[in-house]
């Protein structure tokens, strides 16, 4: 069992940033990696991926703003997000991609004036 833990969330000014962080309790480096957001009211939905080689992808909507990364040493996954919007305020969640999938928590992302 894979135990995700992500940290980093808060309340932000629009145009604000935040580093969200998802430590793993097991090997990333060679795991399908992922953040997932989820709004009030909405379906959870995908934001960036991180494939074992490092390849990143991203939904159309953070495309320029977030970046997505990993650390195999410290087995970390970080969200890095720039001039944050309104409609970024979700519930981010990391997802560990393993032939067994594994949820985070979630932390909170509110950006707000």
């Known amino acids: 069992q894979v135990q995700l833990v992500e940290s980093g969330g808060g309340l932000v000014q629009p145009g604000g940033s935040l580093r969200l962080s998802c430590v793993a309790s097991?090997?990333?480096?060679?795991?399908?990696m992922a953040w997932y957001r989820q709004a009030p009211g909405k379906q959870r939905e995908l934001v960036a991926t991180?494939?074992?080689?490092?390849?990143?992808d991203y939904a159309d909507s953070v495309k320029g703003r977030f970046t997505i990364s990993k650390d195999n040493a410290k087995r970390t996954v970080y969200l890095q997000m720039y001039s944050l919007k309104p409609e970024d305020t979700a519930v981010y969640y990391c997802?560990?991609?393993?032939?067994?999938?594994?949820w985070g928590q979630g932390t909170q992302v509110t950006v707000s004036s």
């Open positions: 991180i494939t074992s080689g490092g390849s990143t």
């Open positions: 997802y560990y991609g393993a032939s067994v999938k594994y």
């Open positions: 097991g090997s990333i480096s060679s795991i399908f």
